[in-house]
């Protein structure tokens, strides 16, 4: 169970965007986590509200954009979807691919209310 | 309202402190391996069974990450390597500012090997990159065949798979080949190797290839 500290690590983050004084401005957390991430969503946003708990950050919602595992193919040159982790290529079976998308772990937007704090 | 674009891993500050390990490992020339496994897959085991078979030949240290207890540093204490214990007190994994604690307790310099124990689990540990050169996760027969098909990502990080137990395998309804097939299916280019710690099957193969391993980057 890491995602508590994996909520932590995106509150900590959010807080060189915006100063802790003011996290009650904060709306909106967006991050992308892949399949093969390691990190389950519910229990992620569980662990969010959690930390964020008796904050001033106690509004904000966290977005959790989920990326499917993808893998490329380098004898056929496809890209598939499949069973994350895997790394066998659903259309010709060679085991010959690499991973495209379905291992992020990262915050990509937070939205603000009225100005635009200042950047650190 | 205003969005700010941020796109930034979540775990940067542990990969961050993960470079700096790397870089003052590589600056003592210390090979470094990151043992994983869930629970009871035999890695103290094999540790020690390693520690028997290489401690004249190279110059090993150990850090025991366990959720409590200093159990296993003590069982490793008992083969004269240093050995230091984190205790993570109901962390599940062990992080990369962790590991900067700890070999402070060490002398890198008088050293060719260091094993990092982590605490027994498939799922966790995959994430967070310690500084390791190489991880190296352990499963043994009793789990069943399809772990690295239910833990994927932790098969797919990992450079080297020992198939622990083997002795048991006369009881057990897994099969060796069954479970080897389902991890190079996540990770073609996994090593594997076949240990018994009560026999000492495959415990050779396996030193050996660590040996020369640490030796590389001794050179280097």
Known sequence: MHELSIAQGIVDIVGHYVPRARFDTVRCVRVRVGDLAGVVPDSLAFCFTAVTAGTPMAEALLEIERVPYTIRCTDCTSESTTEPGLALCPRCGSIATTIIAGTELQVMTIDVDEETPEHS | MSVITIERKVLEKNDEIARENRALFADHGVYVINMVSSPGAGKTSILERTLERLRTT??????????????????????????????????????????????????????????????????????????????????????????????????????????????????????????????????????????????????DAWCSWLTENARQKTAS
């Open chain 2, 58 to 203: 190279l110059r090993i240290a150990v850090i025991e990450g366990d959720v409590q207890t200093d159990l296993d540093a003590r069982r490793v204490a008992k083969y004269n390597v240093p050995a230091v214990q984190i205790v993570t007190r109901g962390g599940c994994h062990l992080e990369a500012n962790l590991i900067r604690d700890a070999i402070g307790n060490l002398d890198l310099k008088a050293c060719d090997l260091l094993v990092i124990e982590n605490v027994g689990n498939l799922v966790c540990p995959s994430n967070y990159d310690l500084g390791e050169a190489v991880k190296v996760v352990v499963a043994s027969t009793t789990e069943g065949d399809d772990k690295p098909l239910k833990y994927p990502s932790m098969f797919r990080n990992a450079s080297v798979l020992i198939i622990n137990k083997i002795d048991l395998l006369p009881y057990l309804q897994s099969n060796v080949a069954v479970l080897r097939e389902n991890a190079l299916k996540i990770n073609p280019s996994l090593t594997v190797f076949e240990t018994s710690c009560t026999t000492g099957a495959g415990m």
